[in-house]
């Protein structure tokens, strides 16, 4: 214990003397004050803030306050972290192949396990939000920035330390990684020994410090930089749902941040906040779920205006019932803080409680069924274009459903007494997680990909992508619907026990379910190839229309300020100089 204090400190200070080299060796910081005429710029311009030439390399990159750029920062994060969980989850579904312990050790396997979903959640999840929030709402809304660029960037600059220090179990010799889950339940996470959930504490709670940040950035933004042309009554649905989600942050990640200080306190110090002697380990659920119910609409309801944003755009026409899309939005954000204690029927909370809430979580499903609706019905009669969006964009209501129907099932108190605990939930979670979320990811991805490269993806390897990314979710995730069903508990690293059921049935499950997640990792290195080699040597994009909006009357602020981007680069290539760089000059 004591030599990896030592190692922590030797770490913590190499990292300060490079950011005070780093420091001293910038020079011409930018001055971020607004330049005269940049209010009625068109959306996203570099008109406000600095110079017209940004600084080089790493520099840019450690120093930039554009939002545009903080947004490509917050993507290469989540995607190294997606990398990250997928690889830890490659390993565990590896593990489970056989019901005996085989390539790993039990402990190892709950690290990892520990480990994935805090990654997917916090280290991805969120953070990819913020990447699409980041670069595309100021460009909807028609404003210059972020409210508050340095905070923006401060925001993200806190997410590496975070990683590191929920990652550092793995790698910081003698310490051993935190094996609680990502529940982190008390007793068992008040009572473990190792450093390395200390270290995973301490990094959720940068993450939620970020997330809060961004929120209140998010917010201020929408409200305080829309252009005049801007309403409420015209606001894009993607801001819409990221508005809601910045309330939701708001009100869900202090508390978690209140929750994990008195958890650290606990193994610290001597506190007693979640002993049986205080508070009692109940305490920490509900503190927990309080946030973490409302934590899956802050992760869904984005990827829902993603969709929501680019199904039209493939069905020629526009949204149907947008403001019925809108109103169930706020009602999910409103509903979302009612519903936490369903993850805890099984606990004895008193009868009446468990109804009213088992009640909740059942008119939950009303706004989401409302749009689930809506898409299919934009979708009925349109003029359907099957691109790489749009194919991610139908596997996302796909998935959803099916996520969205076992999530009814759960909700049910005498049902979730049978599937409590079991793989059901993991197949549930994991259909709205990867089988919705991470389609909407890619949807967006490829959506905006001529915006933010200026290139074009391969399309070929782009429905490459899709089908393995739909077959292999699938595969893997309705297996393990099965294996609840038979009663497979959940969060065990071997199933060699015959009392449990049937072992040869759930060694089949396991299989199929480790198949559909090589099946998933072979999608996804399609599309790291495809991203990368397209934006280093793909076709470049010269029509500021590249998905032909404007037949459709669709075409969005964020592709005009792309077209005229375009007109200014033409401009300068040919050794001219643009209206809008006389203007910054």
Do not use: C
């Not at 509903?335 to 009868?351: C, K, Q, R």
């Not at 998935?399 to 409590?420: E, K, M, Q, R, S």
């Amino acid at each position: 214990m004591a030599s990896g204090q030592i190692a922590i400190t030797v770490l913590m200070g190499v990292l300060l003397v490079v950011v005070a080299s780093l420091l001293t060796r910038i020079e011409n910081w930018r001055s971020y004050a607004p330049t005269a005429g940049a209010a009625g710029s068109l959306a996203g311009e570099e008109t406000s803030y600095g110079h017209s030439e940004k600084p080089s390399g790493v520099v840019r990159w450690l120093t930039t306050v554009d939002h545009k750029d903080i947004g490509i920062l917050y993507g290469a994060y989540a995607l190294v972290a997606f990398a990250v969980g997928g690889i830890m989850v490659v390993l565990m579904r590896t593990e489970l192949l056989w019901p005996a312990e085989d390539i790993m050790s039990t402990s190892m396997y709950n690290s990892l396990l520990t480990s994935h979903g805090i990654t997917m959640l916090f280290l991805f999840g969120t953070p990819v939000i913020a990447a699409f929030g980041n670069y595309f709402v100021p460009l909807l809304i028609g404003a210059d920035d972020m409210a508050f660029p340095r905070i923006n960037a401060i925001a993200f600059w806190l997410l590496p330390p975070g990683a590191l220090l929920i990652w550092g179990g793995f790698f910081i010799p003698g310490i051993e990684a935190a094996q609680t889950s990502w529940t982190m339940y008390t007793p068992l996470s008040a009572e473990q020994p190792m450093i390395g959930a200390d270290l995973m504490i301490l990094g959720l709670h940068l993450t939620g410090v970020s997330a809060t940040m961004g929120a209140i950035n998010f917010i201020a933004t929408i409200f305080t930089e829309r252009d005049e042309e801007v309403t409420w009554a015209n606001l894009d649905i993607f801001s819409w749902t990221m508005l809601t989600q910045s309330g939701l942050i708001l009100f869900a990640f202090p508390l978690l941040g209140s929750a994990l200080v008195m958890l650290l306190l606990d193994r610290n110090v001597g506190t007693t906040f979640f002993a049986t002697e205080g508070g009692g380990a109940i305490l920490w659920q509900h503190l927990f779920w309080f946030f973490g119910h409302p934590e899956v609409y802050i992760l869904v309801l984005p990827p829902m205006g993603l969709i929501s944003y680019i199904i039209p755009r493939f069905s020629g026409r526009k949204l149907f019932g947008f403001k019925f899309v809108v109103y169930s939005t706020l009602a999910i954000g409103v509903l979302s803080f009612g519903v936490w204690a369903h993850h805890m029927f099984s606990t004895g909370i008193d009868p009446r409680l468990q109804v009213s809430f088992m009640a909740v979580s059942l008119a939950i499903a009303i706004p989401s069924a409302v749009k689930t609706f809506n898409w299919i019905t934009t979708m009925w009669n349109g003029k359907v274009r099957l691109t790489t969006p749009m194919l991610f964009s139908i596997g996302f209501v796909a998935n959803f459903i099916i996520g969205g129907v076992t999530g009814v099932f759960l909700a049910t108190i005498p049902v979730d007494y049978l599937l409590h605990d079991t793989y059901y939930v993991v197949g549930h979670f994991h259909y709205v997680i990867m089988g919705a979320i991470a389609f909407a990811v890619f949807a967006g991805i490829y959506y905006w990909f001529p915006i933010y490269t200026g290139k074009m993806y391969q399309k070929t390897l782009g429905k490459w992508h899709f089908w393995l990314t739909m077959i292999g979710t699938n595969l893997t995730f309705f297996g393990m619907l099965i294996l609840g069903y038979l009663g497979m508990p959940r969060r065990y690293a071997t199933y060699n026990l015959v009392s449990v059921g049937p072992i040869d049935l759930f060694t089949v499950l396991h299989q199929s379910a480790t198949i559909g997640a090589f099946i998933l990792l072979a999608g996804q290195l399609i599309f790291v190839w495809n991203v990368v080699s397209s934006w280093l040597y793909g076709r470049r994009v010269t029509d500021g229309d590249p998905w032909d909006l404007k037949d459709d009357d669709l075409y969005s602020r964020e592709f005009r300020w792309h077209e005229r981007r375009m007109d200014d680069e033409l401009v300068l290539a040919d050794g001219g100089e643009s209206e809008d760089s006389s203007e910054r000059a």
